[in-house]
């Protein structure tokens, strides 16, 4: 790979892929039950406050990196740096990808499970509002939970082992902006519901008397994970970016984007939350309990289910692909193994974790680790833990020890970066971004 690097032809290929990265289940699935679990209003407001004041940022990091250098995480440490102690940032990211991919599979897999009953009609028969809590419980608990972990982790492999390019980027790039209009058909069905302004107020309305650490923590955790930021994710797909792809422009639209479809997904769900009944803190099983609810009342919701839980599919897959890549390209680029071993051993070590995880709902539900059971163990320990901090030192190491000259270039690439702008991001790389992680973790851990 590192030989012969290949190149997004165009804009809208660079913008696909990221977005594609970046949107899929952790804006559908995982904000809407982080903002109810810490309180609604204000964590959006917090949460977009990191998204655009930290993670813009360290997104043009991950891609001054990437591009200035064309490697991958650890090749591009390797060559801005002789000292090799920084090649543990790439270490990070790459447990923090296999953590995430083993939790992440299994929610794809509940995506699956629920395309299936869609099709077969058992979805809609579960959906009385009686059924609503049983029936997922029942589900995640039982072992096709597992089995459908292990399906979408093969269907996974099979396509990274046939080269990514082709027919996954192909597929997205059309069926992404599909996905976007039914949220936006949703959204509209979603306001018609008879609580909809409870919902709209708890997502909207900032209570700032909710907010503690563990919102702060919470906040900052979703905004890296939902842009797929802080393990290399973004380094390694920008070192395909053209020297023409404007850096900062790219880095603003993707977070524009991924921040709306979160909006969306809960402008969706929460007018659902109060009206049926669901608790907005119900945590990772809320959106699976909230949406066949929502179906059952549209009209021809059949329909709209099948193509939703398809769509949803697909933009996890393209989220597990580049999570998947980070790990193979290490093996491939690192220790010369073939891309097939690669991505079988990051497949079994995946389904192994995969599979522990999909337990934790039923026969491991005992099981905890910190009073965590092992599924929020590895989201809370990679989302809260290993991405921010891996953010934190892409941003020291690209503000204070990367040359100024390849900031500027990479930046500003054909054109000149405007003065103030190129100041804004550098004060952001070297002070605000680290000081504000750091602070959360101090105040996270109740040090401060
Ligand atoms: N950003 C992806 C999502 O929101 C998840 C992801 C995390 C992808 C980390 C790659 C790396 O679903």
Redesign the pocket.
């Known amino acids: 790979m590192s030989t012969q690097r290949a190149q997004f032809g165009t804009r809208l290929g660079v913008i696909a892929t990221t977005v594609g990265?970046?949107?899929?289940?952790?804006?559908i699935w995982r904000f809407p039950y982080e903002a109810g679990a810490h309180g609604g209003g204000a964590f959006l407001l917090i949460y977009i406050g990191f998204i655009f004041l930290i993670g813009v940022p360290v997104i043009c990091a991950e891609f001054i990196m990437g591009r200035g250098t064309r490697r991958n995480i650890f090749g591009a440490f390797w060559t801005l740096h002789s000292c090799r102690c920084w090649s543990w940032v790439g270490y990070m990211g790459i447990l923090a990808?296999i953590l995430?991919l083993s939790f992440?599979s299994v929610v794809a897999g509940w995506t699956l499970e629920y395309l299936w009953q869609s099709i077969t009609g058992t979805l809609d028969a579960n959906s009385g509002t009686n059924n609503l809590h049983a029936a997922f419980d029942t589900f995640a608990a039982g072992p096709r939970s597992v089995m459908w972990t292990l399906i979408f982790l093969a269907v996974n492999a099979v396509i990274l082992l046939r080269g990514v390019r082709g027919g996954i980027e192909k597929a997205s790039n059309v069926l992404m902006p599909v996905l976007f209009v039914i949220l936006i058909i949703f959204c509209i069905n979603s306001l018609t519901l008879p609580q909809a302004s409870e919902g709209l107020q708890f997502l909207f309305k900032p209570d700032f008397s909710k907010v503690d650490s563990s919102t702060l923590i919470g906040a900052l955790g979703q905004a890296f994970?939902?842009?797929?930021l802080g393990?290399g994710?973004l380094m390694t797909y920008s070192s395909y970016f053209s020297d023409s792809t404007p850096l900062i422009k790219s880095a603003v639209t993707t977070a524009s984007l991924d921040t709306i479809v979160a909006i969306l997904a809960g402008i969706i769900i929460f007018p659902a939350v109060f009206t049926y009944g669901c608790e907005p803190a119900a945590g990772p099983k809320l959106v699976f309990e909230v949406l066949p609810a929502i179906f059952h009342q549209m009209p021809g919701g059949a329909i709209w289910a099948i193509l939703f839980f398809f769509l949803l599919f697909l933009a996890s897959l393209t989220?597990t692909i580049?999570?998947s890549e980070i790990c193979i390209a290490f093996f491939c680029e690192q220790t010369k193994m073939s891309r097939r071993r690669a991505t079988l051993i990051n497949t079994a070590i995946a389904m192994g974790f995969g599979t522990l995880c999909a337990l934790s709902f039923g026969s491991l539900s005992d099981f905890t680790i910190a009073g965590l059971s092992v599924f929020n163990l590895f989201d809370y320990l990679s989302s809260n833990i290993l991405l921010p901090l891996g953010g934190m030192l892409i941003s020291i190491f690209v503000g204070w020890i990367v040359d100024r000259n390849l900031i500027r270039n990479q930046l500003g690439g054909s054109g000149r970066i405007p003065r103030p702008l190129l100041t804004g991001i550098t004060f952001c790389l070297r002070y605000l971004a680290p000081t504000a992680i750091l602070l959360i973790f101090l105040s996270g851990l109740d040090i401060i």
């Open positions: 990265s970046a949107v899929g289940l952790g804006n990808s995430i992440y994970f939902s842009l797929s393990l994710t989220s580049s999570m």
